[in-house]
């Protein structure tokens, strides 16, 4: 009966550790929503960045380094002094959910200020399928010459129905984006974190469980 007992509990917890593995690897291998996210192709085409602009989209481009590809905002020259930052001169992407549950959403790049003037934003908009909107956004102001990682998300209330992501320019100048990554979740990066301690919890189960067989038997013989 103790030996069955025994197996029974290692068998139980090979298992949490398999179905826990195979879902931290599900949840590690999210696709990213986003088409062209490193600006790799030409924009402006079917499902891909779209650049909008009132008066002149000139200052909006693909542009390269010689090491990578980047979006580019120019609004040094804006013809445009009054523009709002999230809807004039940006680059936008929608994708549009067709079932699921998902809810809350990651996004995460790098922005790369060219000038000292100007305040690079990141918008994170979610419409559910009741029409509710959610809105999450990054503004950086660093120092300019450095690319800077940013991480943002935002849930709604219910299932959602659309996400858009919105790159802008706050100001006059130059700002960079690059290496985007929209995924349906919280953030990449803990399913390890999470996978080792719900796999430690388990081992201290275990443990528990074969220490009260070893004990108890003596127990009940020395009473």
């Not at 905002?73 to 549950?101: C, M, V, W």
């Not at 100001?171 to 985007?180: I, P, Q, T």
Request: aromatic content about 8%; glycine content about 8%.
């Amino acid at each position: 009966m103790k030996r069955t007992i025994q197996i029974t509990l290692i068998l139980s917890a090979v298992t949490a550790f398999v179905t826990i593995g195979v879902q931290q690897y599900r949840k590690a291998a999210r696709p990213n929503l986003l088409r062209n996210a490193s600006f790799d192709s030409p924009m402006d085409t079917v499902e891909n960045w779209h650049r909008i602009s009132i008066l002149d989209t000139s200052g909006l481009c693909i542009e390269s380094d010689g090491q990578r590809n980047y979006a580019l905002i120019d609004t040094i020259h804006s013809l445009n002094e009054d523009r709002n930052p999230y809807t004039d001169q940006i680059f936008a992407q929608k994708y549009k959910f067709t079932g699921g549950s998902s809810r809350t959403m990651t996004l995460r790049g790098s922005a790369f200020k060219e000038t000292a003037d100007g305040m690079a934003v990141v918008m994170l908009k979610l419409a559910d399928r009741n029409n509710k909107f959610v809105r999450n956004v990054y503004r950086c102001e660093d120092e300019p010459g450095k690319w800077v990682d940013f991480e943002i998300s935002a849930t709604a209330k219910s299932a959602l129905d659309m996400v858009e992501v919105i790159l802008g320019l706050n100001g006059s100048g130059r700002v960079r984006f690059d290496d985007l990554d929209l995924v349906s979740g919280d953030r990449r990066g803990l399913e390890l974190a999470t996978g080792l301690f719900l796999g430690v919890v388990i081992l201290v189960c275990l443990a528990a469980g074969l220490a009260i067989l070893e004990i108890l038997p003596r127990r009940l013989l020395a009473g």
